[in-house]
């Protein structure tokens, strides 16, 4: 009983600040220069990540789907269904559980740090929204990047399946991207690539929530960035299954 009633509290006090975040998102002042800080580290500094395993990702897929249509002649569709498999799903899950992995636990912990060691209410006594200018700036940050990281990522994915499919077919690079991308339209592209802004969201508000409120010390710095991690990934996959399903309401012929 007990468990439950702390479940509903947290869920409620994560709603609360879920509302303050979308509403002081869009008042002013902006902490512009502390925005664009915790848009290169979050964005810059994740692309190395982003940019191997979108070429890992992309082989994988690249090998796992020749061997399935082989069976069926029909090696000449490869680009085309790893195209559709990496830009509307893969890509953008994988994207955004790698971030939450690296950027969410650094934003757990860095601001359960600042809450524990007193740093926040430091910057409160210089009157200065420590709101604003740490968790605003953060999610922001994670809501601008993600896409891009993900456009990132689709293109890696894209890239090491070339480079896969090139090594065992001798593919040339002009009929491998031309049959990736002459399949794909609009509706293919920007809804999975726009959603990832949902996700950003996800993964900043809950670090941030995590982190912002955290209690008990050294070992509070570490939970929050341990459940940044897992409460952040959850939500990912839940609220992916609700996107995908909007999307087609939206497209129908995006399935």
Same mark, same amino acid.
């Given at each position: 009983?007990?468990?439950?009633e702390a479940?509903?509290e947290?869920f409620?006090g994560?709603s609360?600040?879920?509302?303050?975040?979308l509403r002081?998102?869009?008042a002013?002042?902006?902490?512009?220069?502390?925005l664009l800080?915790?848009?290169f580290?979050?964005?810059?500094?994740?692309?190395?990540?982003?940019?191997?395993?979108?070429?890992?990702v992309g082989?994988?897929l690249?090998?796992h789907?020749?061997a399935?249509?082989?069976r069926?002649?029909?090696?000449?569709?490869?680009?085309?269904?790893?195209?559709?498999?990496v830009?509307k799903e893969?890509?953008?899950?994988?994207a955004?559980?790698?971030?939450?992995g690296r950027?969410?636990?650094?934003?757990?912990?860095e601001l359960?740090?600042m809450?524990v060691t007193?740093?926040?209410?430091a910057?409160?006594?210089?009157?200065?929204?420590?709101?604003?200018?740490?968790?605003?700036t953060?999610?922001?940050? +994670?809501?601008?990047a993600l896409p891009l990281?993900?456009?990132?990522?689709?293109?890696?994915g894209?890239?090491g399946?070339?480079?896969?499919?090139t090594m065992i077919?001798g593919?040339?690079?002009?009929?491998y991207f031309?049959?990736?991308?002459?399949?794909?339209g609009?509706?293919?592209y920007?809804?999975p690539t726009?959603?990832?802004?949902?996700?950003?969201?996800i993964?900043?508000t809950?670090? +941030?929530?995590?982190?912002?409120n955290?209690?008990?010390g050294?070992?509070?710095v570490?939970?929050?960035a341990?459940?940044?991690?897992?409460?952040?990934?959850?939500?990912l996959?839940i609220?992916?299954?609700i996107?995908v399903?909007?999307?087609?309401?939206l497209?129908?012929?995006?399935?």
């Amino acid at each position: 009983m007990k468990s439950s009633e702390a479940a509903l509290e947290w869920f409620g006090g994560m709603s609360i600040f879920s509302g303050q975040v979308l509403r002081q998102s869009f008042a002013r002042p902006v902490e512009l220069t502390e925005l664009l800080k915790q848009t290169f580290e979050i964005g810059w500094r994740s692309s190395p990540l982003i940019i191997l395993s979108g070429l890992a990702v992309g082989g994988v897929l690249s090998i796992h789907t020749r061997a399935t249509l082989e069976r069926f002649g029909a090696e000449s569709m490869i680009p085309t269904a790893l195209a559709f498999a990496v830009v509307k799903e893969t890509g953008p899950l994988v994207a955004a559980l790698l971030i939450s992995g690296r950027v969410g636990a650094g934003i757990g912990a860095e601001l359960g740090g600042m809450r524990v060691t007193e740093q926040i209410d430091a910057l409160e006594s210089l009157a200065v929204d420590s709101f604003k200018y740490l968790v605003i700036t953060r999610v922001l940050a +994670c809501v601008v990047a993600l896409p891009l990281l993900t456009v990132l990522m689709n293109f890696s994915g894209l890239a090491g399946g070339f480079l896969a499919e090139t090594m065992i077919s001798g593919m040339s690079f002009s009929f491998y991207f031309h049959a990736a991308f002459s399949s794909l339209g609009f509706s293919d592209y920007i809804p999975p690539t726009l959603k990832t802004m949902v996700f950003g969201f996800i993964i900043g508000t809950v670090s +941030c929530h995590l982190g912002y409120n955290a209690t008990g010390g050294a070992e509070g710095v570490g939970r929050a960035a341990t459940q940044s991690v897992v409460l952040s990934s959850m939500f990912l996959i839940i609220v992916n299954v609700i996107l995908v399903k909007f999307i087609f309401f939206l497209y129908p012929g995006a399935g």
